[in-house]
């Protein structure tokens, strides 16, 4: 508004000084004869009366719809779904670099009523396995691994890595596996099938999924420094394994 009445305060000021030149003009006796300046001065007198008349009723509307505009007001919904995306967020942050506590507390609000949300469900898991509640966090992956069937992926990876803790590597196996098997393209799935195939002694495997991970576009470079400096002995004991004849196919 303040805009408004400074732009009406110059117009009305260009308007005082046209009006004087214009009185000097008509009464100049040297053109008072010449109709054609007069009726000039006379319709450019009036068409800034209009323009500032004009201005003063649309720019002040003009402004008060944009200033209404300026404020888009967010339905309770997309409240209620920013809000959980910044309490997913902070429990992530917390699962690496927490307890799992703060993490557990946030995804319970939302796990009742989302339970096939995979960032709430899949997250809250591993929030508990982080505290060591390992039989809850199975429990969990597996009715979300029920009801999601081809869709969970991570869940199958997850559970894997809680078989793996527990040291029941052919349940872990079982579940990198299926994992890999519905999304062959996670190069976390990836890694963590070679690193378990190399703790069990199955090295020709082992190193094929390390040489995945490897060329694979999303793995991290530190990661990948770190491989390739033990992978030389890994061949080594691959082709060894292979010279005996027991070299283990993942279709197993």
């Not at 201005?55 to 404020?71: D, L």
């Not at 992956?141 to 199958?156: D, P, R, V």
């Amino acid at each position: 508004m303040s805009n408004v009445l400074k732009k009406l305060n110059q117009l009305q000021n260009d308007f005082k000084d046209l009006n004087l030149s214009s009185f000097k003009v008509i009464n100049n006796p040297t053109i008072k004869q010449n109709k054609w300046v007069k009726y000039s001065l006379i319709s450019s007198f009036a068409i800034v009366c209009i323009a500032i008349v004009s201005y003063f009723i649309y720019g002040k509307n003009h402004q008060e719809i944009y200033e209404s505009n300026a404020v888009v007001h967010q339905t309770p919904q997309q409240q209620y779904l920013n809000r959980r995306n910044q309490d997913i967020n902070i429990a992530i942050r917390d699962l690496n670099s927490g307890s799992g506590q703060l993490a557990e507390k946030l995804l319970l609000k939302y796990f009742k009523s989302e339970k096939e949300n995979e960032r709430v469900t899949v997250n809250l898991a591993m929030s508990l396995k982080k505290q060591n509640k390992n039989m809850q966090a199975i429990e969990i992956l597996n009715s979300y691994i029920k009801s999601k069937g081809s869709e969970s992926s991570i869940a199958h990876n997850n559970l894997a890595i809680i078989f793996q803790s527990q040291k029941k590597y052919d349940l872990a196996i079982a579940h990198f596996k299926t994992s890999y098997e519905l999304n062959n393209n996670n190069p976390g799935v990836i890694l963590n099938l070679a690193i378990l195939f190399e703790q069990r002694g199955l090295w020709s495997v082992s190193n094929n999924f390390y040489l995945n991970y490897l060329s694979h576009p999303m793995a991290r470079q530190t990661l990948k420094e770190k491989i390739k400096k033990r992978l030389y002995s890994i061949q080594n004991l691959a082709q060894f394994e292979n010279s005996k004849g027991s070299r283990y196919e993942l279709s197993e």
